[in-house]
């Protein structure tokens, strides 16, 4: 098991009148090797789920175990450099983690903080830097002369030249175009199955990630309120805008379909191309039926 | 004829008139005309440089016209932030003209330009100044010198059209995304300007605050008090708009109607786009052979026209 989460919960601030809970008895057992996304209304405490799995925070209940690390709430926590290096965590705002006065620098810092050697580290940096499909004329650059995007690739890319097992993304796609959004997505689901990294994403665009994640997880208030395959998530689709979620297109289109034909057990077709084929294949049967009935 | 030709060429006077003449028939108003009062944004031949040698911007020329919705899009790094910062004067242009309401762009016009342009951020921690939501919203009119119960109208006013008249005394951080975002735009609202430029604005919200947000752009526009001009990634906000401008590589690729450009393989590939799914779907049905109800049914094919129309009649026009 990569990441075991039993009866966490998490409050900001404790111990002080502003209280606040952020987490609320969150179970969750995620396998290695998959790819999950994470959805939810704004504040109903993702990120703060995130910031558990490498140990920036540590639960006030409950107990996370993350690979062979186990943090309990309330125990003193075991050294977690190695966590950290094997748990790559990409933030919300990309600005939170370039600090180096190149993008070389910035990409380089991971790797020869956990020991690399300069030469390797150079070549993890290079390697990063073409996995997210940018110029390597930017890496003398100042990394925050890069415009948004350019900036949200770069963070990412630091966090890649880790080589970390678990990749944790919180909203890697916002400022996006649509086209990187989509290789970016391509590429964790690469490394996902070619090379086997268990890969969580945050995600507000649920039907970009639908035809490539494994797992889901929905969150409300602090609770993980479903957590299952794709399969489940379609079935429970009309309880999201109860979590401040609408409905995603795809999931939308396939339950018509699947009203229409009885394909409550089929797995879902959820990309453009894979709905468009089902509806075409029904519809040809359909016909072909009610002409050798005619 | 020869002789003419090499007169030409060699006389700067007699090219410069040519170019001039050239320019007439395009849609590139000449200074001081009339056309720059119906206009609320224009741009001549306008470049810029970071670095003064690589050009970021490339010379473009552009109107929009007052009570336009338009939307700037393009792959990351293209200019686009960069435009909207030459806009208000954020970044000082290295060449060319801006003309923002008939007032043209420069050092002596600076604080009048900026008062008719509000600028909206990818982030609204990035502008908020107040400890409350109120504060925020009168910080920029009493840098305004505002009376206190204009300020006060105003605060009340836009507030209640935004939805946060409960959040006026909240500290900016208590409030969520799509709450921070209606309060960045209350508080630009109120400095009542004329051209309101969204930078990604919308991108960090969540669905439903998306769904919100696009709502209130449609609102704005029918009030037709307010140019609109956002960049955006985000598909539907592009089509709800009513032009759509691309840039590519610090210059504008084109300049057309958001049905158009999802049309536009080569163009949506240019800015690095996709259109939006149900979009998507209908091009891969139509591939398929499957046409839209709409459209009508195609000889042959076993009419699959109706099955579309009995599971989903969607419609191109958007």
């Keep these: 098991m990569a990441i075991q989460l039993e009866h966490v919960s998490y409050t900001y601030d404790a111990r002080s009148l502003l209280r606040q809970t952020a987490l609320q008895d969150v179970n969750l057992e995620l396998a290695e090797g998959l790819l999950t996304g994470i959805a939810g209304a704004s504040g109903s405490g993702k990120s703060t789920l995130l910031q558990l799995l490498n140990g920036i925070l540590l639960p006030t209940e409950g107990t996370v175990r993350v690979l062979d690390v186990t943090l309990i709430a309330g125990r003193k926590p075991p050294k977690l450099a190695s966590l950290r290096r094997r748990v790559g965590l990409v933030f919300q705002f990309p600005e939170q983690q370039l600090f180096a006065a190149t993008l070389e620098e910035d990409l380089i810092f991971g790797p020869l903080n956990f020991g690399a050697s300069p030469e390797d580290a150079a070549r993890r940096a290079r390697k990063a830097v073409g996995q997210m499909g940018l110029d390597e004329a930017l890496l003398s650059r100042h990394p925050l002369q890069l415009s948004g995007g350019q900036r949200r690739k770069a963070a990412i890319a630091s966090v890649l030249a880790m080589d970390p097992d678990i990749l944790v993304l919180d909203e890697p796609g916002a400022t996006l175009d649509q086209v990187s959004r989509m290789e970016l997505t391509q590429l964790l689901h690469r490394l996902c199955r070619e090379e086997g990294k268990t890969v969580i994403i945050v995600t507000h665009r649920l039907d970009e990630l639908l035809p490539y994640a494994d797992l889901w997880m929905i969150m409300h208030e602090g609770r993980a309120v479903f957590q299952g395959t794709t399969r489940g998530l379609v079935d429970e689709a009309r309880q999201l805008p109860g979590y401040g979620l609408s409905v995603p297109q795809p999931i939308q289109y396939w339950l018509e379909l699947e009203e229409a034909y009885g394909l409550q057990t089929e797995e879902p077709c959820l990309s453009p191309s894979g709905l468009a084929e089902r509806l075409t294949q029904l519809a040809f049967t359909e016909a072909k039926k009610a002409r050798a009935y005619a | ?318």
Aim: glycine share 10%; with cysteine.
């Design chain 2, 1 to 318: 004829m020869n002789a003419m030709e090499n007169i030409q060429h060699k006389s700067p006077v007699l090219t410069g008139y040519q170019e001039n003449i050239a320019a007439a028939g395009e849609d590139i108003p000449a200074e001081g005309s009339s056309k720059a009062v119906t206009d609320m944004v224009v741009l001549e031949e306008l470049s810029f440089a970071y670095d003064g040698q690589h050009a970021d911007i490339h010379d473009i020329s552009l109107a929009i016209g007052k009570g336009e919705w338009v939307t700037l899009v393009g792959a990351n790094g293209c200019g686009k932030s960069t435009l909207i910062r030459l806009m208000n004067g954020l970044l000082r242009t290295s060449y060319g003209r801006i003309y923002i309401g008939g007032i043209r762009l420069e050092p002596g016009t600076l604080g009048e330009i900026r008062q008719k342009v509000g600028m909206v951020f990818q982030n609204p921690d990035n502008q908020f100044i107040g400890a409350t939501v109120e504060e925020d919203m009168a910080f920029g009119m009493e840098g305004r010198c505002l009376d206190a119960g204009e300020m006060r109208n105003r605060i009340s006013g836009y507030a209640s059209r935004l939805g946060i008249s409960d959040l006026l005394h909240r500290h900016p951080q208590e409030l969520s995304g799509g709450q921070k975002q209606r309060a960045a735009i209350a508080a630009i609202l109120a400095m009542e300007p004329e051209l309101i430029i969204f930078d990604e604005a919308s991108s960090m919200l969540d669905e439903k605050a998306r769904r919100d947000w696009l709502d209130l752009l449609l609102e704005m526009h029918n009030e037709a008090r307010y140019t609109l001009l956002s960049i955006t990634h985000d598909a539907e906000e592009i089509a709800a708009s009513q032009r759509v401008l691309v840039m590519h590589q610090g210059g504008l690729a084109a300049d057309l109607a958001p049905q158009e450009l999802f049309r536009d393989v080569g163009l949506l590939r240019l800015c690095r786009m996709e259109p939006p799914f149900r979009i998507r779907f209908a091009l891969e049905l139509e591939k398929r052979g499957m046409m839209p109800a709409q459209q009508g049914m195609t000889d042959g094919s076993p009419n699959p026209g109706s099955e579309v129309k009995r599971i989903w009649p969607f419609s191109w026009s958007m």
